[in-house]
């Protein structure tokens, strides 16, 4: 079986960014699982991964556009201080559900404080990088109709939300 649209796809993987540090890992002992074609990994690797078989291994570079795409200046935002209800100690590198205009929730990271101001960033954190994947195939199998319903993957014993 080939990897494709509707399919399970369990891999192990090492990432590293540019400068070769590792980002994440899938192990034999916790290995990755995705449903190919339905966005639940980056394009580029889902490109990367389409058409091959279990067993297969592969290197692949992934640059920002295929991946989390390129560092967006306009998601880099000051708020006061005083937005940052009951937290005191507020450093670079901190992480926080933010709310948009829209009523949906962003991550945002907290990039530099200066006095009374805080220097957000709402882009991925991997936003700019170009990634560089070493992948197994371990399995492929088809996706469950709950599966592809949910846009994830099940557990052996099913349904885990």
Known sequence: MQIAARKVVSLHYTLRGEEGDLIDQATPEEPFFYIHGVGNIIPGLEKALDGKSAGDKLSVSIPPEDAYGLHDKEQVQIAPRSAFYGVTDIKPGMQFQ?????GHYQLVTVQ?????QVILDSNHPLAGQTLNFDVEVVSIRDASAEELDHGHVHGPEGHHH
């Open 112 to 116: 530099a404080v200066d006095g009374d």
């Open 98 to 102: 933010a709310e948009t205009e829209s």
